[in-house]
């Protein structure tokens, strides 16, 4: 990762504008980002001193939970955990969604801190999960969150 990029990319388009992807696979027990089209490990972790530290240059991250990420058997929820934990700033998780439970199991296991975007899974995709649900599903979230 190379932040001295990042923070010319701050200047130039403002941290309000940036979304920075974090997808990772697990290595060694821990969440390494990964690179070229989730090949390469790099030697950054997806942890609380990562977060807080990259934090500073974007609004929100977008996280692949890559070992799960389109197979459609469930989501990584010990990943959702550390970042509905640790996130400084908001946090979308991607990985493995097929069920409605697994909806419900990212809103618990993040501390209902953690986003979640469907892909796959979803009927006007291919999938099995009914977009019209899904879409519910948040509706009915947002309706729980506001004052």
Known sequence: MNIERLKQLVDLVGKHRLVLDLSCRKKDG????????????????VDEPTLKHLAAYADEFLVHGV????KR?????????LLGRYSPIPVTYAGGVSTMDDLERIKRAGN???DVTVGSALDIFGGDLPYKDVVLWHK????????
């Open 30 to 45: 821990r969440y390494a980002i990964v690179t070229d089209r989730w090949q390469k490990f790099s030697d950054v972790f």
């Open 67 to 70: 070992d799960v990420e389109g």
């Open 73 to 81: 058997l469930g989501i990584d929820e010990e990943l959702v955990e």
């Open 112 to 114: 209902s801190r953690v």
């Open 140 to 147: 009915e979230q947002n309706m729980v969150s506001q004052p």
